[in-house]
């Protein structure tokens, strides 16, 4: 069992920053992917990027338009997503995830509970 837990997220303005974490614990985690998500209102949830534990390789979904960064510290067990130049369209519940390479959500078999980023214009 892996568990995550999210937290950072909130209300800030258009053209702003946040940095949204994932504290994971649980089983080895070196084999695991740790992937972000994110569900808008009525909208499915939509992959945003992923890390891998052990060799820190990302890889982002093209609508991030490099605006986000995902980084990890093993030290802390904790996730990270850097989000920077913030639109209202990137308002939605994101959620971090533990599994294997992929985008979709079926690739990833643990979740966290999700917070909420809400962007305002």
């Known amino acids: 069992q892996v568990q995550l837990v999210e937290s950072g997220g909130g209300l800030v303005q258009a053209g702003g920053s946040l940095r949204l974490s994932c504290s994971v614990s649980?089983?080895?985690?070196?084999?695991?992917?740790l992937g972000w998500f994110r569900q808008a209102p009525g909208k499915e949830r939509e992959f945003v990027g992923s890390i891998s534990w052990s060799s820190s390789r990302t890889y982002y979904a093209d609508s991030i338009e490099g605006r986000f960064t995902i980084s990890r510290d093993n030290a802390k067990n904790t996730v990270y997503l850097q989000m920077s130049s913030l639109k209202p369209e990137d308002t939605a519940v994101y959620f971090c995830?533990?599994?294997?390479?992929?985008?979709?959500?079926?690739?990833?078999?643990?979740w966290g509970q999700g917070t909420q980023v809400t962007v305002s214009s």
């Open positions: 995830a533990a599994g294997g390479w992929g985008t979709t959500v079926r690739s990833y078999a643990y």
């Open positions: 649980g089983r080895t985690l070196s084999s695991y992917v």
